[in-house]
């Protein structure tokens, strides 16, 4: 297991940008996908954005264009810039990883280890 900790959020106006940043506490990643997933009040946990170990991406058609997944291995950290932010994109973003050296999985149960989460609120 790897605990993973996020940071990055806050409030920012429509159109604005934020980064989030997913590092994993006390050791690397290695072969791991990790993804971005977002909860919004009374909904459902959604998939935002995946990675895969060798670097290809994954992005719900939500945030197509608009969010970008990467990882920065100075910092052993998987990023996830969000620009042109919407209201809709109000929710608090987790990202989870799983020991996978293939194509990321998008759906949450396929996921083993989770974050705490971190707020992203929208004011229009």
């Known amino acids: 297991q790897v605990q993973l900790v996020e940071s990055g959020g806050g409030l920012v106006q429509a159109g604005g940008s934020l980064r989030l940043s997913c590092e994993p506490s006390?050791?690397?990643?290695?072969?791991?996908?990790v993804g971005w997933f977002r909860q919004a009040p009374g909904k459902e946990r959604e998939f935002v954005a995946a990675i895969g170990w060798s670097g290809r991406t994954f992005y719900a058609d939500s945030v197509k264009g608009r969010f970008t997944i990467s990882r920065d291995n100075a910092k052993r950290a998987v990023l996830l810039q969000m620009n042109s932010l919407k209201p809709e994109d109000a929710a608090t973003y987790y990202c989870a990883a799983v020991v996978n050296w293939g194509t990321p999985p998008l759906t949450v149960p396929a996921y083993t280890d989770w974050g705490q989460g971190t707020q992203v609120a929208v004011s229009s």
């Open positions: 006390g050791r690397t990643y290695s072969g791991h996908s």
